[in-house]
């Protein structure tokens, strides 16, 4: 599952670097980061809607959750050390 969200975001976001994990290797509760400079500019909202839509189908049917978290590549270069992404 985590490739094929990771898939999913790619193919919406083909300019994004992303990383998707299953911290509690249960296959239902995933978290992603998600780097792209189509962020620039534009609200967290909207930066989340551009994740989500693309995987909502995935949502519905094959996960419980994800913890989303959006960053410019500028924002990411300031906060990856709070992520151990250093």
Do not use: C
């Not at 189908?57 to 996960?63: F, G, K, R």
């Not at 994800?66 to 151990?84: C, D, H, I, M, N």
Request: hydrophobic content about 40%.
């Amino acid at each position: 599952m985590v490739e094929k969200i990771e898939s999913l975001i790619k193919n919406s976001l083909p300019d994004a670097t992303i990383f998707v994990m299953d911290p509690y290797n249960d296959g239902q509760h995933f978290q992603a980061l998600v780097i792209s400079p189509t962020f620039d500019g534009v609200s967290l909202v909207e930066q989340h809607q551009m994740v989500m839509n693309p995987l909502r189908e995935a949502l519905e049917t094959d996960v419980h959750a994800l913890g989303l978290k959006t960053f410019t590549p500028e924002k990411w270069e300031r906060k990856k050390g709070q992520y151990g992404m250093e």
